[in-house]
């Protein structure tokens, strides 16, 4: 189906984080925008304020008269929907035209110059940061983030430029829908082992992600990684990583919560950079933002600026308290690498401090595949508690408990296991120095009243 003939959509899973740009995008265009969701939640609630029809029972009778047209109504469907799903199924008899999230954006990127990027980790935070900068410089951009932007409160940017900032997301290999006139790729680390079987498919599907660049465009991808790229002729390949590459970063300096460095580049080196968020990890994740920025033209005074002014993302080093006495912080990280990476930032910035984490470990899948590493990870800290594992879209597996990481955290370790369920009081009853969450499940969920229990044992001390 053409975009010209849609006059209505309808999302079958609509309250996802990627989901919901989808919608809004289709909203702003003034369509019938409905769907289906299983669980009521913030976002869903948001979406509806804003227009969208949406219904959590799943029961055809409710699919709105406008999205009963199979010649002007657009199905879009997460891969997380069983397709046994009665709305499914009844879009599937009646020959709708039905698409994943990911073929739409790959429909986008056709439609627009697509700015995308590619990676098992760091690219929530890269993307954002690059449609920051491009949002707020004379090129604009659209852009369909995986999370919560902190300069723009929604995980969306609609304009009228002929740029898109895209997450290209590896899970189902969705990425394999787009066509980017540019991408970064930031890592390479096997994840996903659930779809993909073994390394050597999850890094196949990456070297076919680089053929789909445009024949003009670029690849600017992170040193030393262990995919192959299989680049169309015509593509630029650029690379980068903290203090070598084409692009990369000198003169770095971390002092008093605020870093500053010096961003070098073949096309305009620009000094005086200063990260707005000011987290170590964030110094290689702006070098692939300004990068692929620079290429498509902003200027070195709209690259000081963007990142100056870059507030971060929701539930990536989202720093809730920071004061002498406490640091409260909550991160998305649920991968080996980002748990690493996150631990030794957080480290770097608070050198002397105790630092606790509490972790709720995501799928059954990945635990198996990668406790020892996670253990490795999270024995850089000073004190680990574990929560038991978010399950999301798996069943349990026999013998794959947060045991298995918890048997394995460096002797000497503070540690502990607890019940999702005993957080809060464990949060009540302890003191704290530097406290972190780490995971991809639903303990953020209870972040705010754990912000609101600590803020009022720092009142009470007084």
């Given at each position: ?83 046994e799903h009665q709305e499914l199924q009844y879009f599937r008899q ?369």
């Amino acid at each position: 189906m053409e975009m010209k003939d849609i006059k209505a959509v309808y999302f079958v899973g609509a309250g996802g984080i990627g989901m919901s740009a989808i919608a809004r995008y289709f909203l702003k265009k003034g369509l019938v925008v409905a769907g289906y969701d299983k669980t009521p939640s913030t976002l869903t609630r948001q979406l509806e304020q804003e227009g969208m029809l949406i219904h959590y029972e799943e029961d055809v009778n409710q699919i709105p008269e406008a999205c009963r047209q199979s010649e002007s109504c657009l199905v879009i469907y997460t891969p997380a929907i069983p397709n046994e799903h009665q709305e499914l199924q009844y879009f599937r008899q009646g020959g709708f035209d039905i698409q994943k999230r990911a073929q739409v954006l790959g429909t986008l990127t056709r439609q627009h110059r697509g700015l995308c990027v590619a990676g098992t980790h760091g690219k929530t935070t890269t993307s954002t940061m690059c449609a920051h900068i491009m949002h707020q410089s004379h090129l604009d951009c659209n852009a369909f983030l995986g999370g919560i932007s902190k300069n723009y409160g929604t995980n969306y940017i609609l304009s009228d430029s002929d740029y898109v900032v895209i997450e290209a997301d590896e899970f189902d290999r969705s990425f394999h829908w787009l066509s980017p006139y540019m991408t970064v790729i930031t890592a390479t680390d096997p994840d996903h082992l659930d779809i993909y079987g073994t390394k050597e498919a999850y890094l196949e599907s990456f070297r076919h992600y680089t053929e789909l660049i445009q024949p003009d465009g670029a690849l600017i991808i992170h040193r030393g990684l262990e995919m192959q790229e299989s680049l169309p002729v015509g593509v630029r390949r650029y690379d980068y990583a903290l203090t070598e590459g084409d692009f990369h970063a000198e003169n770095i300096c971390i002092d008093n919560g605020e870093i500053t460095f010096d961003f070098v580049s073949p096309i305009e080196s620009v000094s005086g950079i200063q990260l707005g968020q000011p987290v170590p990890i964030n110094i290689e994740n702006g070098i692939a933002a300004m990068a692929m920025a620079q290429l498509a033209g902003c200027t070195a005074d709209e690259l000081r600026e963007g990142m100056k002014t870059y507030g971060g993302v929701e539930r990536r080093f989202d720093f809730k308290i920071k004061t002498d006495q406490l640091v409260f912080l909550s991160d998305y990280a649920h991968h080996p690498k980002e748990i690493y990476q996150s631990a030794r930032s957080i480290r770097e910035l608070y050198k002397n401090r105790h630092i606790t984490a509490i972790f709720q470990p995501h799928l059954y899948t990945r635990t198996r595949d990668f406790y020892t590493d996670f253990a490795d990870a999270l024995s850089q800290l000073d004190e680990v508690i574990l929560t038991e594992i978010y399950p999301a879209r798996e069943q349990p597996i026999e013998g794959v408990t947060s045991q298995l990481i918890y048997d394995r955290l460096r002797p000497g370790i503070q540690k502990q296991l607890v019940r999702k369920d005993q957080v809060l009081d464990l949060i009540k009853n302890r003191s704290f120095d530097v406290l972190i969450i780490l995971g991809a499940g639903d303990l953020d969920n209870m972040v705010p009243q754990m912000t609101t229990i600590l803020q009022s044992k720092i009142e009470n001390s007084k």
